[in-house]
């Protein structure tokens, strides 16, 4: 069986070693990036199954991820936001761009399972 493909972009060191580690323990296959420019590389070389994505990131936001993924790729990839308190209204921007889910920080990894488990159906 094909392991699920996860795109983590998020421009914190810490986060991302936190989200790789518990998502490769849990069995997903992680490409992990820190800035948006080399997300929207990645999207497009690696395929993923599924994006989690900081909103406020170097070069590319979160924001023109989503934008570039609803309006760019062949196939619907589900992403899901990490959001900051305060973000309310970027997260509402968010879900109007075609975001699945969103996260607030500080990320609890039980409930990041349990919205991958969501999106991914």
Known sequence: MKKTKILVAEDDEMTISL?????????????????????LEKINTEEPD?????????????LEIIDYVQKKIAKK????????????????EAFNLGADEFITK???????LQKIK????
């Open 19 to 39: 989200l790789s580690f518990r998502l490769r323990k849990e069995g997903y296959e992680v490409i992990a990036v820190t800035d948006g420019k080399a997300a």
């Open 50 to 62: 599924l994006i989690i994505t900081d909103i406020m990131m170097p070069h590319v936001t979160g």
């Open 77 to 92: 990839i589900p992403v899901i936001i990490l959001s900051g308190a305060g973000q309310e209204d970027t997260v509402m």
């Open 106 to 112: 500080p990320l609890r990894p039980d409930e990041l």
């Open 118 to 121: 969501d999106v991914m159906g």
